[in-house]
């Protein structure tokens, strides 16, 4: 009898770790003449009905683009918009996290927000740290370029300090300089209303990951869509190189 499943996880076609893109807010918002804030809010609800979805269709991790290095070139309003958002979101929605099991965690230099705003967040991530069934991961001020450039900055000052060796440096001494550090690399990396671009996401970590695309815009996506993705997916074959 041909073995069934087990063949799935051998070819590592299940997806532990997706990484989403979250993008189309705006044209969503323009499709409807609205403000671009109102994009944004639906994208707050799409951002609900993933993270309620992700767990059933078995992802451990789920890491979603919110706010990049490069988005502090929006027109300030959009931008205070934005962080205002991010505020609600975290405040109304931690109890709901902590009660589902989800630890709240987060990458980027998020430490350069707002005093107030880091404050809640670094409060979400102590109450949710304990939590297994889902690791849910915002990027926020958030850039692969300049994660690389502050993981260099840790391996000088550890040389510097006649820490580390240069010559001991390889991909481990990197790699848990990085945000990152402790979680598995993206599976998949997903981007929503059909951009081609990695718009500094990832870098480093997505060297193998499969690229998903889908032309729905984020404010539309939800648990069918993700389901869709991730059926797409699993019909990949991964080779990292072999053949
Ligand atoms: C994604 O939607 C949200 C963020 C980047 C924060 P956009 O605001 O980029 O939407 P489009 O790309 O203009 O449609
Ligand atoms: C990428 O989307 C950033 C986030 C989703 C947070 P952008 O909309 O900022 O990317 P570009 O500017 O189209 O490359
Ligand atoms: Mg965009």
Redesign the pocket.
Known sequence: MKPAAASLVDTGTVCRHLAII?????????ARRLP?IA??RE?VEAVRRVVEAAPGLGLEVLTL????SE?WK?PPD?VTD?MGLLKHYVRSEIEALHRNDVCLDFIGDWRALKPDLVQLLEDARARTAGNRRLKLVMALNYGGQSELVRAAQRLATDVAAGQLDPDAIGLDALESRLDTAGMPPPDAVLRT?G?LRLSNFLLWQSAYAEFLVTDT??PDFDGPALARSLDEFARRERRFGGR
């Not at 683009?65 to 990049?68: G, K």
């Open positions: 979250m993008d189309g807010n705006g044209r969503w918002a323009k671009r994009g944004h994208g683009y919110a706010f990049s988005n929006r959009e934005l209303s951009e815009l984020w």
